[in-house]
């Protein structure tokens, strides 16, 4: 490693959890004991973070053969244990519903929803529907329900501040 400090401050100093950060550091070649002092953190937090990813690594690569929902679904590209993908109708796959309830989305879901391994996925669950959102779509939503303060007319902030005052007026009075 070269000069590996500029990195290793930039990791520390980042606004990354401090698992990111522990893995990050483990991915730039630091010890766990490094990462520890680093990071102001006990070893032994250090090594949980580090070993559940391991163990999550493995999980994940044994249900790859079994069935379940892969973590990433770009590494089915080419593989050759790659279970075939669904064919799409114009956008509109079919599904195969696999042992413990779980279902396998198509890379092409995947690339489709921006999705990465550990992303999170938002659904709906209506009448007879179920619909899976992506993260941009998801946010998107949740914006256009909040309505947009326009010049001019009072901040919410300034009437629940009016509000709490009255409110602790009255509360002096009744005293």
Avoid: C
């Avoid at 401090?18 to 730039?28: E, F, G, H, N, P």
């Avoid at 690569?61 to 770009?74: D, K, L, T, Y």
């Avoid at 992303?119 to 209506?126: A, D, H, N, P, Y």
């Amino acid at each position: 490693m070269t000069d590996p400090l500029p990195d290793a401050a930039r990791i520390v100093n980042s606004a990354a959890t401090v698992s990111d950060k522990i893995r990050a550091l483990d991915a730039a070649g630091y010890s766990r004991a490094a990462i520890a002092r680093m990071l102001g953190k006990r070893y032994q937090h250090v090594r949980n973070v580090l070993e559940a990813d391991a163990v999550k690594r493995a999980a994940a690569a044994s249900s790859q053969g079994r069935g379940g929902v892969a973590e990433s679904g770009a590494g089915f590209r080419g593989s050759a244990t790659a279970p075939p993908e669904p064919p799409s109708y114009g956008g509109t796959y079919r599904l195969t519903l696999e042992p413990g309830g779980l279902v396998r989305l198509p890379a092409a879901v995947i690339e489709a929803l921006g999705l990465h391994e550990g992303g999170v996925i938002v659904s709906k669950l209506g009448e007879e529907t179920f619909t899976l959102l992506g993260p941009r779509e998801a946010l998107r939503r949740v914006r256009s329900r909040i309505p947009q303060w326009k010049p001019g007319e009072p901040m919410w902030s300034e009437q629940l501040i009016a509000d709490r005052r009255r409110e602790a007026a009255r509360e002096a009075a009744d005293d």
